[in-house]
């Protein structure tokens, strides 16, 4: 079935067609017919938050080749340091980014499976397919902004291999400050330091 017939499929009839692909045992076939239906009703929400993504490093990446005060002070608020090395790694990193951003499509993405309450998305770090799988708490975050689709996006994709290669030391904007205080290296490597700081959060 093509993305095509599967989007004109009256709600009712997609519904009943996800519901018996989710009950039981689930054939590779099967998988990639729900992951299909899946897509399609999430289209456009993906297709606009990469937008938003790409707008978000674009604006990073001018910001850290201007790199005045107000740059090299949330520099010091994320990674605990302002110096030449901290700069380079961040603007190779978010242009990495940026890159596997533009190449990303929507067969890039799938649902969380299983699905976990408060997770916005995961990802396997040597994935060589870069897929990015989806979850609950990214459908009702904000586009832009603190923990927002945009952010959550380059938060995963920080964590490829040969990408960003960042880890979770920590997670939310308290305990990532105080990493940067404490540990500017670790800060550096950490995902959801990177996340607030391309997200601007306050
Ligand atoms: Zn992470």
Do not use: C
């Not at 920080?158 to 290296?185: C, I, M, Q, W």
């Amino acid at each position: 079935m093509s993305l095509a017939t599967i989007r004109s499929l009256p709600e009712p009839t997609r519904q009943r067609l996800k519901d018996e692909l989710r009950s039981g045992l689930m054939s590779d076939q099967d998988h990639e017919a729900y992951n299909k239906i899946w897509r399609a009703e999430h289209e456009t929400q993906l297709s606009q938050a990469l937008k938003d993504q790409q707008a978000m490093l674009a604006k990073k990446q001018d910001e850290l080749k201007r790199w005045d005060e107000d740059a090299k002070a949330k520099a010091r608020t994320w990674f605990g340091g302002d110096d030449e090395v901290t700069r380079k790694k961040l603007q190779e990193r978010v242009d990495r980014i940026a890159a596997l951003s533009k190449a990303t499509s929507l067969d890039s993405f799938k649902p969380a499976d299983p699905e976990k309450e408060g997770r916005f998305a995961y990802v396997y770090a040597k994935d060589e397919s870069r897929t990015i799988y989806i979850d609950k708490a990214f459908h009702s975050a904000p586009a832009t902004g603190t923990d927002s689709k945009a952010g959550a996006l380059s938060h995963e994709m920080s964590h490829f291999r040969g990408v960003g290669d960042t880890t979770d030391h920590v997670y939310g904007p308290t305990k990532a400050k105080a990493l940067a205080k404490k540990d500017p290296e670790a800060a550096l490597e950490n995902a959801d330091n990177f996340e607030y700081y391309l997200e601007g959060a306050p």
